[in-house]
């Protein structure tokens, strides 16, 4: 047994507020919604614990600040999973980050109608959001983005 306990790896690269990048595999929470199914990569960044577990490809581990998180980039849904049709209003952002870095990418806001903006999703959700982009899904730390240009 390892010394992480059950979780389900997933392929990511992290960059820091700094600029360095870290690939590896981030460690999700198996059981999380039902047994065999782990928790999302979002939902691990914004659980309340100041700190998550990276494996470096050499095995060695890293435990990463998430207030020092610019951004996620990580191979999710896994390719065997079937998708959650999620029901919502569709938000295409451009988001950029205060070390310069631009994404654009599209987010579902779970939110009431008259209150279904760019603003209001961006106002309600956690420390973290969710951008579906080109080349995979980005994990956002609101703390580092300095603009947000809603494209709808």
Not at 84 to 111: C, F, K, M, Y
Not at 117 to 123: E, G, P
Not at 144 to 150: E, F, K, L, M, S
Request: with cysteine; aromatic share 6%; net charge negative.
């Amino acid at each position: 047994m390892s010394d992480w306990g059950p979780t389900t790896r997933v392929r990511a690269v992290v960059t820091l507020a700094g600029g360095a990048t870290y690939p590896g595999h981030l460690h999700l929470l198996d059981g999380k919604h039902a047994p065999g199914l782990p928790e999302t990569p979002l939902e691990m960044l914004n659980r309340p614990e100041g700190f998550f577990a990276l494996t470096l490809g050499d095995g060695a581990a890293f435990l990463v600040a998430k207030s020092q998180v610019a951004m996620i980039v990580c191979e999710w849904p896994p390719e065997d999973a079937t998708e959650l049709d999620l029901e919502g209003r569709r938000i295409r952002l451009q988001v950029q980050l205060a070390g310069g870095e631009e994404v654009v990418g599209e987010t579902v806001a779970i939110l009431p109608r008259r209150h279904a903006r760019a603003l209001d999703y961006l106002n309600s959700v956690a420390p973290f959001f969710q951008l579906n982009a080109d080349g995979g899904v980005r994990l956002i730390n609101q703390a580092h983005v300095q603009v947000v240009r809603p494209l709808d």
